[in-house]
């Protein structure tokens, strides 16, 4: 073989090599890589949502938490910033960070409504705060629904309604309520939307996930469902029937069962007891 072709050959063998190599290393260096960092946020937040940690107490150090997620200061106090930047919690120089007080969550938050959804099941405390909230404003959201619905919003009503009840006729296709609370909340977002106020029509897609976390839980718990049907079906016969004042009390008692299943007194609300109704004209 010529001195110049073998030369040639050497040198493509060479370059083989070379690429064979770093492909192997590319390949070893993707499986070896290592996992994903554990979130300091998302741990803290799944024990504050869940009631570990109540209002006013104290999360551990971040001397601690870098010994438990085995992270350095840097990445433990980013983590802690996206909890101060939510306001679930503040840092107090020379003592820590403490847990704030409910009304001082971004409770509206994409982050704090997620994590709220997923974790706050457990907790009293949070469920209560979401009740009293939906009890002062729900009840006047449906009467207003009564005045100005159309008859396009009431069949959206009608719709998810009739779907909440096919679901308890066949339970077989519901076995982990899921389908029924996806029915439920339509029937509660469908009634936002039948105010035709800007504000309420787009504040049940803000609200939606913390109603759902009530519904799924109460709907779980609830002795008889088909109760809770029958009050959902009063307060739509109250809208469609254009009575505001029946409308008013129908959703104080759908929230009252949703209290009840959920073992909850009814947060004494000065707008949900209140008996200085709108005029109905």
Not at 113 to 140: C, H, K, S
Not at 165 to 184: Q, T, W
Not at 225 to 237: D, K
Request: with cysteine; glycine share 4%; proline share 5%.
């Amino acid at each position: 073989m010529p001195t110049d072709h073998r030369r040639l050959v050497e040198m493509f063998d060479i370059c083989q090599r070379e690429r064979n190599d770093s492909e192997r290393c590319h390949v070893k260096s993707k499986q070896t890589s290592s996992p994903k960092r554990p979130s300091v946020a998302e741990a803290l937040a799944k024990e504050i949502f869940s009631g570990v940690y109540q209002p006013g107490d104290f999360v551990p150090r971040e001397i601690d938490l870098c010994e438990r997620f085995v992270l350095n200061r840097s990445a433990v106090r980013s983590d802690l910033r996206q909890l101060v930047d939510a306001g679930i919690i503040e840092r107090i120089s020379g003592h820590g960070s403490k847990v704030r007080e409910y009304p001082e969550w971004n409770i509206l938050d994409a982050q704090v409504t997620e994590w709220m959804t997923r974790y706050a099941a457990p907790n009293p405390g949070v469920q209560r705060e979401i009740l009293a909230f939906r009890l002062d404003v729900e009840p006047y959201v449906a009467m207003t629904a009564a005045k100005r619905a159309t008859a396009h919003d009431l069949v959206a009503i009608e719709e998810a309604y009739n779907g909440m009840g096919s679901d308890l006729d066949d339970p077989a296709s519901n076995r982990d309520g899921r389908l029924h609370s996806s029915y439920d909340i339509a029937f509660h977002v469908a009634i936002f939307k039948a105010t035709h106020n800007i504000v309420w029509s787009q504040l049940s897609h803000i609200l939606r996930p913390s109603i759902l976390l009530l519904i799924e839980t109460s709907n779980v718990s609830a002795s008889d469902p088909a109760e809770s049907l029958e009050r959902h079906r009063l307060l739509m016969e109250s809208i469609r029937a254009r009575r505001p004042r029946d409308a008013f009390r129908a959703s104080q008692a759908v929230l009252a069962g949703t209290a009840s299943a959920l073992g909850l007194e009814i947060p004494d609300t000065p707008l949900g007891h209140s008996t200085e109704l709108l005029s109905e004209t």
